[in-house]
């Protein structure tokens, strides 16, 4: 808990809020719902309508049951003579393969064997002669099997729309990776037409398309589920038919269709086997009249070498749809754009993956926001998101114009922006509540344990103390006279360096449960298991001074980066002493004034400690009790015995050189050993093999940053050998 106490405070309330939108955002967009979506959909439409795709009209060429056929001829459906003849003037006229947009699923009621049972007033011979003749759909399917013509299939999901009785067999589809029906979009029910025709073509596929939820056509199904089974797409099967393959392929993996195949020519799906339609605009020189074909009205080579769809464009037979850069085409025009992207390679794609780009790249801009935030001022910081928002836009662009891959801009730019509004306002309120804090400030001298019992307990604030086992901590700046010149002529910049050292070091010390006894000068006094009782005070306290060492590490870079490059910073360095033992503790003073506070030895000691440490060149020295209760947690070097006054023997002092993850490295344990060495030879007068050690752990302690503690006792040794010397 402490801990993430105080990795709260360290990123501040604006990150932490920030952070948590972000988590949120992403959330959201995992999600991904409607108008998310939608969102994301709008930005790809602004896109087509600002580069829509070339248009190859040589490639397809479409023959439209248009209005004035429909006054030429009468109303829809025309008898299958009529249809077998349009599709003979293709064939003569070079069309490779021809399309059907339209569904013949009901026998023709104009072929000769209906006349005969319906018309009235024939006489028997010629109702005899009639029954004779071939029905208009034989010889449609006649025509038929003189072409390489795919006939369209519907499918639907109304409940009301019954599949025919034709079984359900599915051919000409190859699978490689998972079973794709799941992903697919299905329809319940699949009308085909009539089975005599059907037989004659070389192919079937669907031509149902399904909009957005907007109503606007962005995608079409290539592949689909229906009745049961998976079919093409009409555009698909015609690119089967025209390349001579033999089946369709389709590519799976775990997150659904990647893509499909036909022949030597690969689309890039979404998961659910539909294409991402590069539109290009509609041009009217495409379209060729059915009743100009059938009256040969076009020029003799109108279809050479051209694939050919049969569809309408009459606006009484419902098929006009929406479009990114239309508002009303054909039906037929869709599967016209998806053939020629096709072929020209120019489809659109956006794999599974787009989506944790757009994630990576919206926790990318909005992590950069949130540790920028507090750093830089307001103009910088609208400066940057400026620039990267055009960065975001200019690499979405990229990728559409260039590569033809959907990036969405507009989940990472509307997060930023989110988390940009966020940290402005919490920093607001930030602000707000530092003011509120300074005018506070004496509140800060008690630990706030302390200031909450006080003020549920106001009888405690009687003179008076008990005696009880505590860990004291000293800390003292080093060279604070040399500090103190640099500012001779600006005491009020010193005051504040002093606060800006001491705040982060008072946040260390109550974070982890110390009061704060006083502040003196440059020094500051604090203790542990008082008032209230903690069971792990001599970690707490060690972990206390290790945390201060960080945060005056993270004081001297910031002041290093505000400094100019001209202007010399000395580096800020504390000493710390730590002891624990029995004190007394309480309210001491007089009736009219009194503090909190401790009194005993062990704080004599701690006192102590504390300036040692300049004289080992160590900068914490924790006593041996507090040594003893700490030893698995950190790693505490023995450096000197100390004598106590008071005591017979002297006490074993350690310095601590880091945490947990120190104290069991292979090069500490390493150094442990060869000091317990050293030291005994030290002790022993073993002079010769005490400098032998001291060479060994000085080379190994540079590590740890303990030259001066070597340096100290090779000295030592050396006067006691000259002093050995001299007096023999």
């Known amino acids: 808990m402490t801990f993430v106490l105080n990795s709260v405070r360290r990123l501040g309330a604006g990150r932490i809020v920030g952070l948590v939108l972000l988590a949120g955002l992403i959330a959201v967009r995992i999600w991904d719902p409607g108008p998310i979506e939608s969102l994301r959909q709008r930005s790809f439409d602004i896109y087509q309508l600002m580069h829509p795709r070339a248009a190859h009209q040589e490639l397809v060429t479409i023959v439209d049951i248009d209005e004035m056929s429909l006054r030429a001829l009468g109303q829809w459906p025309w008898p299958r003579t009529v249809m077998a003849d349009m599709l003979s003037r293709i064939v003569e006229q070079g069309g490779t393969v021809i399309g059907f947009d339209v569904l013949f699923p009901e026998p023709d009621r104009s072929s000769p064997d209906v006349a005969a049972e319906t018309f009235q007033g024939l006489d028997d011979a010629t109702r005899e002669k009639l029954r004779r003749l071939p029905s208009n759909d034989v010889v449609f399917a006649n025509a038929i099997r003189t072409a390489k013509v795919v006939l369209g299939q519907s499918g639907y999901r109304v409940s009301g729309a019954a599949p025919t009785a034709q079984p359900a067999t599915q051919a000409g589809i190859a699978i490689l990776g998972a079973d794709p029906q799941p992903f697919l979009v299905d329809f319940p029910h699949l009308l085909r037409n009539l089975p005599i025709l059907d037989a004659a073509a070389q192919g079937q596929g669907i031509f149902s398309i399904i909009p957005e939820q907007d109503g606007i ?182 990728c559409f114009s260039s590569l033809s891959l959907l990036i969405d801009s507009t989940f990472p730019l509307i997060s930023s922006l989110l988390v940009y509004a966020v940290l402005v306002c919490t920093n607001y309120v930030t602000v707000s509540a530092d003011r509120y804090r300074i005018r506070s400030a004496f509140s800060q001298y008690l630990s706030p344990d302390l200031v909450e019992q006080l003020a549920q307990s106001p009888e405690k604030l009687t003179l008076g103390g008990e005696q009880r086992v505590l860990t004291v901590l000293f800390s003292d700046i080093r060279g604070f006279t040399a500090i103190s010149e640099l500012y001779k002529d600006d005491p009020k910049g010193l005051t504040t360096l002093i ?41 707490n306290a060690c ?130 050993e060869r000091n317990d060495v050293m030291l005994t030879a030290y002790r022993r007068g073993e002079w010769a093999r005490a400098l032998e050690m001291i060479f060994l752990c000085r080379e190994l302690g540079k590590k740890f940053g303990l030259d001066d503690y070597y340096d100290l006792y090779l000295q030592r040794v050396r006067h006691l050998i000259e002093t050995s010397a001299s007096s023999s």
Not at 609 to 638: C, D, H, N, W
Request: net charge negative.
């Open 217 to 398: 056509i962005r995608r079409v199904p290539v592949v689909a589920v229906a009745d049961g089974i998976v079919v093409p797409s009409l555009s698909l099967e015609m690119l089967r038919v025209a390349t001579g393959a033999g089946a369709v392929l389709i590519k799976t993996d775990a997150s659904g269709v990647r893509s499909v195949g036909v022949g030597d020519f690969t689309i890039p799906t979404d998961g659910k086997g539909r294409v991402w339609i590069h539109f290009a605009s509609v041009k009217p020189e495409r379209y060729v009249s059915a009743i100009d074909l059938l009256e040969r009205k076009l020029p003799a080579d109108s279809f050479a070498g051209k694939m050919v769809l049969i569809g309408t464009s009459a606006a009484g037979l419902l098929d006009l749809k929406v479009t990114p850069v239309h508002p009303a085409v054909p039906g037929v025009e869709l599967h016209a754009q998806l053939l020629e992207s096709a072929l020209m390679g120019e489809t659109l794609s956006r794999p599974t993956y787009t989506a944790l780009v757009e994630i990576v790249l919206a926790m990318l801009l909005s992590l950069a926001l949130i540790k920028l935030a507090p750093r830089v001022n307001a103009v910088t910081l609208f400066a940057l998101g400026g620039a990267t928002a055009t960065v975001t836009l200019a690499l979405s662009w990229y």
């Open 499 to 539: 606060n800006r050292l001491f705040t982060p070091l008072t946040r260390d010390i109550m974070e982890r449960r110390g009061t704060i006894d006083k502040y003196m000068g440059d020094a500051i006094m604090a203790f542990w298991n008082a008032p209230l009782a903690d069971s792990s005070h001599e970690v």
């Open 543 to 672: 972990e206390a001074a290790c945390a201060m060492l960080d945060s005056l590490k993270a004081l001297n870079e910031e002041r290093q980066r505000e400094a100019d490059d001209d202007q010399p910073v000395p580096p800020l360095r504390i000493g710390i002493g730590v002891n624990t033992g029995l004190c007394a503790v309480g309210n001491f003073g007089s009736d009219l004034h009194f503090n909190y506070s401790v009194l005993g030895d062990t704080v004599n000691l701690a006192s102590r400690l504390e300036s040692m440490t300049k004289q080992y060149g160590v900068p914490i020295i924790i006593g041996e009790r507090t040594a003893q209760a700490v030893l698995s947690r950190f790693a505490a070097l023995e450096i000197d015995h100390l004598q106590v006054r008071g005591k017979s023997e002297a006490q074993r002092i350690f310095a601590v050189l880091g945490r947990a993850d120190v104290a069991t490295s292979h090069d500490f344990a390493l150094l442990n």
